[in-house]
């Protein structure tokens, strides 16, 4: 149990278009859910909070008009990056704390990833 | 980085010694987590120790948590070729609902 669909997990696009991530918990309600960028051997970094039926909370420092996060039901939230540019290549992981009711809610389930290319 | 720092960034050893990987950390939490992520895979979790405790194991593994220093350790011990990795802690701030990332340690057992 406690798993988490992320897709797609690799995606090309030219630059100056706009890619949509999907982030499902498969078999579990999720009010919280983060998305997290990584670079190549380096950690993880998260860029925001996203809360089911409200706005999402993002870190200093992130765009929140480049990277649109929307959290519209208790199992999937999306990650849109808009007008994409080849600096926003990266690793994108989505994580989804639990809802009580449906078990522990202090640990994260991960999907799988997404490796974004920008041409 | 946003919530820590963690030691040594990279680490080798031969199989069966001992690995051990530390994590610092900067706000309070409610407990504090360590994943392993396998090259550019998502990541899996090992093992969760909360804030009221201070030593908890899980197999081949040992965490401890010093909330005074803000500090944890994660002790892999006869450690196996399947162990490489790279390991990451993760807090869970009790202020906002935030889970931010250390460093990570790139962790190499050779055969």
């Known amino acids: 149990g406690a798993v988490v669909s992320q897709h797609p997990s690799w995606v090309i696009c030219k630059s100056g278009t706009s890619v949509k991530i999907e982030c499902r918990s498969l078999?579990?309600?999720?009010?919280?859910m983060f998305w997290y960028r990584q670079f190549p051997k380096q950690s993880l970094m998260l860029m925001a909070t996203?809360?089911?039926?409200?706005?999402?909370?993002?870190e200093q420092g992130v765009e929140k008009d480049k990277f649109l996060i929307n959290h519209a039901s208790l199992t999937l939230s999306t990650l849109t990056v808009t007008s994409a540019h080849p600096e926003d290549s990266s690793f994108y992981i989505c994580?989804?704390?639990?809802?009580?009711?449906?078990?522990?809610?202090?640990?994260?389930?991960f999907g799988s990833g997404t490796q974004l290319s920008v041409l | 980085s946003q919530q820590g720092e963690e030691d040594p960034q990279a680490l080798s050893i031969q199989e069966g010694e001992n690995a051990t990987m530390n994590c610092s950390y900067k706000?309070?939490?409610?407990?504090l987590q360590w994943y392993r992520q396998n090259s550019g895979r998502g990541l899996v979790h090992l093992i969760l120790?909360?804030?009221?405790?201070r030593e908890k194991h899980s197999g081949r593994l040992r965490v401890t948590l010093d909330t005074s220093k803000k500090s944890s350790s994660l002790l892999i011990t006869a450690s196996r070729a399947a162990d490489t990795a790279s390991y990451f802690c993760?807090?869970?701030?009790?202020?906002?609902?935030?889970?931010?990332f250390g460093t990570g340690t790139s962790l190499t057992v050779i055969p």
């Open positions: 994580s989804a704390r639990r809802d009580r009711g449906f078990g522990t809610n202090e640990k994260l389930f």
């Open positions: 078999d579990f309600q999720a009010t919280t």
């Open positions: 996203s809360n089911e039926g409200s706005k999402a909370t993002y």
């Open positions: 706000t309070s939490i409610n407990n």
């Open positions: 120790i909360r804030s009221n405790e």
């Open positions: 993760a807090t869970d701030a009790i202020a906002g609902n935030q889970f931010y």
